[in-house]
């Protein structure tokens, strides 16, 4: 790599042609150039083949076509100002929805509609979990509300639909006989339709009981060993699993 | 404000995409010999840095960032063909058709012969060579763009431009005049 070597290298020179020296070096090559008639013979040559590669590709060959060139790039901002159109009316549309449905426990009926609706075709008998985890009124109405208005669909089309409520939690209240503000059309809708069944966690009975709270459960609601066991157990059957 | 300056933004990106069209053009053309081929490397590498805007951190590497865009460009365009067994020691007969714009006619000319004998080098010292003497990038910023140590872009560099020389002198013996004139313009 030095110019003082017996032979520099093509490398040397290479750097040197391309201006890729530091000033040290360059000021030896110069210095080399300068005594050396082959040297500088050499340099030519390299600097001769580097202008003629730079010439010839000067003015490439354009192929031909009848488009404008500058108008293809334009081209991808067109599918994104459309999606972002799309956005914007799609976020409008949803707040307004929002607005109209905004009504407690709308958007788990929704859910649960979509959901069935996507299992139909298949002609089986629909099996679906509906899983309450909290004692929020609203949520425990709903749950009720959409099951009962499901499976009253499913029996006026003569349809087969399996539900199985799972409470864990604060949810159990909606299955105790002294705290259930819907005792009475829970035992109404387990007469009217022997598909629904009601479990509660054996977990949360048990922590209740350790809390010294006595709980006695309506009739005809079974007890799983957890919650989580029993809905694992039910999507590994390919039940359709909801969370209300 | 903010959508407004991002669409100024993303405007001013597009603007500097379309005038680095021309360079990454040469280029690729200087790999392929091939009009139609680099045009739509061009493109696939203008689309991919369009899509892909987010990846450039700094401004300053626009270039050398859209170089090694064409050169993956390149390399997955090979890919595609898997006759081709190693891309930086593939011969250009096997991928470029010998009558391209250096046809025979043109062998006469300067340009053509100099494109003839480029498009005759080995496809990893062809891609070293456009960068320096087309691009005049730095051999780091080359190493960078072909992923390569930069010994290997000098040695590359050297390898081309001993094989050029012998090229050029073999394919016109009688025009060898001619292209000592030329030495000595420079």
């Given at each position: 790599?030095k110019p003082?070597?017996?032979?520099v290298?093509?490398?040397?020179l290479?750097a040197?042609?391309?201006?890729?020296?530091?000033?040290?070096?360059?000021?030896?090559?110069?210095?080399?150039?300068?005594?050396d008639?082959?040297?500088?013979?050499?340099?030519?040559e390299?600097?001769?083949?580097?202008?003629?590669?730079r010439?010839s590709?000067?003015?490439?060959?354009?192929?031909?076509?009848?488009a404008?060139k500058?108008?293809?790039?334009?081209a991808?901002?067109?599918?994104?100002?459309?999606?972002?159109?799309?956005?914007?009316?799609?976020?409008?549309?949803?707040?307004?929805?929002?607005?109209?449905?905004?009504?407690g426990?709308e958007p788990?009926?929704?859910?649960l509609?979509?959901?069935?609706?996507?299992?139909?075709?298949?002609?089986?008998?629909?099996?679906?979990?509906?899983?309450?985890?909290?004692?929020?009124?609203?949520r425990?109405?709903?749950?009720?509300d959409?099951?009962?208005?499901?499976?009253?669909?499913?029996?006026?089309?003569?349809?087969?639909?399996?539900?199985?409520?799972?409470?864990?939690?604060?949810?159990?209240?909606?299955l105790?006989?002294?705290?259930?503000p819907?005792a009475?059309?829970?035992?109404?809708?387990?007469?009217?339709?022997?598909d629904?069944?009601?479990m509660?966690c054996?977990?949360?009975?048990?922590?209740?009981?350790?809390?010294?709270v006595?709980?006695?459960?309506?009739?005809?609601?079974g007890?799983?060993?957890?919650?989580?066991?029993?809905?694992?157990?039910?999507?590994?059957?390919?039940?359709?699993?909801?969370?209300? | 404000?903010?959508?407004l300056?991002l669409?100024?933004?993303?405007?001013?990106f597009h603007?500097?995409?379309?005038?680095?069209?021309?360079?990454l053009?040469?280029?690729?053309?200087?790999?392929s010999?091939?009009?139609?081929?680099a045009?739509?490397l061009?493109?696939e590498?203008?689309?991919k840095?369009?899509?892909?805007?987010?990846?450039?951190?700094?401004q300053?590497?626009?270039?050398?960032?859209?170089?090694?865009?064409?050169?993956?460009?390149?390399?997955d365009?090979?890919?595609?063909?898997?006759?081709?067994?190693?891309?930086d020691?593939?011969?250009?007969?096997?991928?470029?058709?010998?009558?391209?714009?250096?046809?025979?006619?043109?062998?006469?000319?300067?340009?053509?012969?100099?494109?003839?004998?480029?498009?005759?080098?080995?496809?990893g010292?062809?891609?070293?060579?456009?960068l320096?003497?087309?691009e005049?990038?730095?051999?780091?910023?080359?190493?960078?763009?072909l992923e390569i140590?930069?010994?290997?872009?000098?040695?590359?560099l050297?390898?081309?431009?001993?094989?050029?020389?012998?090229?050029?002198?073999?394919?016109a013996?009688?025009?060898?005049?001619?292209?000592?004139?030329?030495?000595?313009?420079?």
């Open positions: 790599m003082d070597d017996s032979v290298s093509d490398e040397f290479n040197f042609v391309d201006d890729q020296l530091d000033a040290a070096e360059k000021s030896q090559a110069f210095d080399g150039i300068g005594h008639e082959a040297l500088k013979e050499r340099v030519c390299l600097r001769g083949l580097k202008e003629m590669v010439h590709y000067e003015h490439p060959p354009v192929r031909n076509k009848s404008g500058g108008l293809r790039l334009r991808p901002y067109l599918p994104a100002l459309a999606a972002c159109l799309l956005l914007c009316i799609g976020g409008a549309s949803g707040w307004f929805a929002h607005a109209w449905t905004g009504r426990g788990e009926m929704m859910r509609l979509q959901s069935v609706q996507r299992n139909d075709a298949s002609g089986e008998p629909q099996k679906i979990l509906v899983h309450v985890g909290s004692s929020n009124p609203v425990l109405k709903t749950a009720l959409e099951t009962e208005s499901l499976l009253d669909s499913y029996r006026r089309s003569g349809r087969k639909l399996q539900v199985e409520i799972v409470a864990n939690g604060g949810g159990v209240d909606l105790r006989a002294d705290v259930s819907y009475m059309r829970i035992g109404l809708m387990q007469e009217k339709y022997p629904l069944d009601f509660a054996g977990q949360t009975i048990k922590k209740l009981q350790e809390k010294g006595d709980v006695q459960l309506l009739p005809h609601i007890v799983a060993s957890s919650a989580l066991e029993q809905i694992t157990l039910r999507l590994k059957e390919n039940w359709v699993y909801i969370k209300v | 404000m903010k959508i300056s669409f100024s933004r993303s405007h001013v603007d500097q995409l379309e005038q680095s069209r021309v360079r053009y040469r280029v690729a053309y200087s790999w010999h091939d009009a139609a081929l045009d739509d061009v493109q590498t203008l689309s840095a369009l899509k892909n805007h987010g990846q450039l951190r700094d300053e590497m626009l270039n050398s960032w859209l170089f090694s865009i064409l050169t993956n460009c390149w390399r365009h090979f890919r595609q063909h898997r006759e081709m067994a190693d891309i020691e593939i011969e250009d007969y096997r991928c470029v058709h010998e009558t391209t714009p250096e046809d025979e006619h043109a062998q006469t000319q300067i340009v053509g012969r100099v494109r003839g004998a480029v498009a005759n080098l080995a496809m010292q062809r891609q070293v060579l456009t320096v003497d087309l005049e990038f730095s051999y780091a910023e080359v190493a960078s763009i140590p930069v010994g290997t872009v000098m040695s590359r050297c390898r081309a431009r001993r094989a050029l020389k012998e090229m050029l002198q073999e394919l013996p009688v025009q060898s005049a001619h292209i000592s004139q030329i030495r000595r313009v420079k």
